[in-house]
T-cell receptor, first 112, second 114 residues
Framework: RKEVEQDPGPFNVPEGATVAFNCTYS??????FFWYRQDCRKEPKLLMS???SGNEDGRFTAQLNRASQYISLLIRDSKLSDSATYLC?????????????FGSGTQLTVLP | DAGVIQSPRHEVTEMGQEVTLRCKPI?????LFWYRQTMMRGLELLIY????????DSGMPEDRFSAKMPNASFSTLKIQPSEPRDSAVYFC????????????FGSGTRLTVV
């Protein structure tokens, strides 16, 4: 089983739609969670951290369910510029190393 | 802040040649990571440095790959000899090794081995 699993998509949604991505992680000891965004042929960029109580940044809402080991990202009123691959990222500890484990990403295309 | 700087942006080389990728992390960041990204395998961590010391190189695919960090502002990833299956985008990332901060990635080096 992969440490971080995401639905690869693609998700094709019209402008203005609400879309949600889900992610599950296998390491119950994981402590930090993030969503990254990667545009085509570009580097991944941090979109937002995910906090236990859930958090919102404009049109983006992230949720964490530790009991189910599940993370979500909700995008409201989607824009054409939201088209990208969204990577679910989990902090796992290996001995004294601090590493981020990246999911394979969910591809989103927002259509005009 | 110039961000994480990688060079070259693109590299095309023949099988068997040596390839050296370079990275300058963000000033003040004390952790540096080398990743490889392919369509088939996604983002894979190759090696991780903390305070210039290699901590975990378990992701390095084989002995043909080596990485160094001679000082806090420079790291290299070397492939010798290169093979077509090494073709990928190689990203360098740096972070503050405190709390749960995410990583800042460089723009990547797109390597093609023919």
């Amino acid at each position: 089983r992969k440490e971080v699993e995401q639905d690869p998509g693609p998700f094709n949604v019209p402008e203005g739609a609400t879309v949600a991505f889900n992610c599950t992680y296998s390491n119950s000891a994981s402590q930090s969670f993030f969503w990254y965004r990667q545009d085509c042929r570009k580097e991944p960029k941090l979109l937002m951290s995910v906090y236990s109580s859930g958090n919102e940044d404009g049109r983006f809402t992230a949720q964490l369910n530790r009991a189910s080991q599940y993370i979500s990202l909700l995008i409201r009123d989607s824009k054409l510029s939201d088209s990208a691959t969204y990577l679910c990222v989990v902090n796992s500890h290996s001995g004294s190393a601090r590493q981020l484990t990246f999911g394979s990403g969910t591809q989103l295309t927002v259509l005009p | 802040d110039a961000g994480v700087i990688q060079s070259p942006r693109h590299e095309v080389t023949e099988m068997g040649q040596e390839v050296t990728l370079r990275c300058k992390p963000i000033s003040g960041h004390n952790s540096l990571f080398w990743y490889r990204q392919t369509m088939m395998r996604g983002l894979e961590l190759l090696i991780y440095f903390n305070n210039n010391v290699p901590i975990d190189d378990s992701g390095m695919p084989e002995d043909r790959f080596s990485a160094k960090m001679p000082n806090a502002s420079f790291s290299t990833l070397k492939i010798q000899p290169s093979e077509p299956r090494d073709s990928a985008v190689y990203f360098c990332a740096s972070s503050l090794n405190v709390g749960g901060f995410g990583y800042t990635f460089g723009s990547g080096t797109r390597l093609t081995v023919v």
